[in-house]
């Protein structure tokens, strides 16, 4: 009795995108910058948070959860280094760390290139980068933090069609 069986898996094959030299390097400084000088000049835009949408889109297209996560690690350190002494260092490096490892972990099980998924996705990133930022700020700092507020609901709304419509300018860095 020499029984056999094969399983073969229909999973559908994610690609891994690539992108050109430097972009990745790039991308993350010019949101860098962008994102230390916008808010001087117009102060409404200081709802948006461009490092974590650039956080978001390269752990989402890369696939990759160490890369994801070295990523989110390098440009919140990054963002921490260019805050000034009113945000303690760490604090945005733990939750781009958290939320680069996430999106490298969905991105490799799911088809992220519809832009109604990036908009669900991208807002939800949002609202837990938050809650991340709220936990260390509670539990490392000892500070009273609100939480989930209009304001939260009204930025992730936006950094969710910012998302969209940066996603597919994005797309074109790649090989």
Known sequence: MNDTFELRDS??????????????????????????????????????????????????SRRNPSTGLLLGT??????????GPTVPFGEYGIAKTVIGY?????????????????FALVGLFYVVHQASLTVVRRLLLNQPEGWFNMHLAIA???????????FVGLDRLRR
């Not at 996430?102 to 990036?118: F, K, N, V």
């Open 11 to 60: 999973e559908s094959h994610i690609e891994v995108h690539k992108f050109f030299p430097g972009a990745v390097l790039g991308m993350a400084v010019v949101s860098l910058v962008l994102q230390r000088i916008l808010p001087v000049y117009l102060p409404k835009l200081e709802i948006l948070d461009l490092p974590l949408l650039a956080t978001i889109y390269f752990g989402l």
């Open 74 to 83: 390098m440009i919140g350190l990054m963002q921490d280094s260019l805050s």
């Open 102 to 118: 996430l999106a490298s972990s969905i991105g490799s099980r799911l088809d992220t290139e519809h832009p109604l998924a990036r």
């Open 156 to 166: 992730a709304l936006v950094n969710a069609v910012l998302g969209v419509v940066l």
